[in-house]
């Protein structure tokens, strides 16, 4: 599966964001879909999770209860709506896909920027 991440961009502090993950060259339902954040000289950071079908998620303590992530399978496409955005959150972001949803994930997109002015 190809995965291609949109959606970033400029924003204020206290702004909302909608990240899209597109996906491409397999039935998207084949995959649990998970973003990840990546700051210079650092690892990347588990965001959140959505399993095949869309019914279990989870998140990163940072992201829970202002981030959201849902996918629509019958577009092949992963979301993450993000909200109450702190400068803090101005990191790459990525999608990534794999078919049991362990660590590493096998499949990931290009990454998005997202930038949050104060």
């Known amino acids: 599966v190809q995965l291609q991440a949109s959606g970033g961009g400029l924003v204020q502090a206290g702004d909302s964001l909608r990240l899209s993950c597109a996906a491409s060259?397999?039935?998207?339902?084949?995959?649990?879909m998970a973003w990840f954040r990546q700051t210079p000289g650092n690892d990347r950071e588990f965001v959140a999770s959505?399993?095949?079908?869309?019914?279990?998620?989870f998140y990163a303590v940072s992201a829970k209860g202002r981030f959201t992530i849902s996918r629509d399978n019958a577009k092949n496409t992963g979301y993450l709506q993000m909200g109450s955005l702190t400068p803090e959150d101005t990191v790459v972001y990525y999608c990534?896909?794999?078919?049991?949803?362990?660590?590493?994930?096998?499949?990931w997109g290009q990454g998005t920027q997202v930038t949050v002015s104060s």
């Open positions: 060259g397999d039935s998207f339902s084949n995959y649990v």
């Open positions: 959505i399993n095949h079908g869309g019914s279990n998620t």
């Open positions: 990534a896909a794999d078919r049991a949803g362990k660590h590493p994930f096998d499949y």
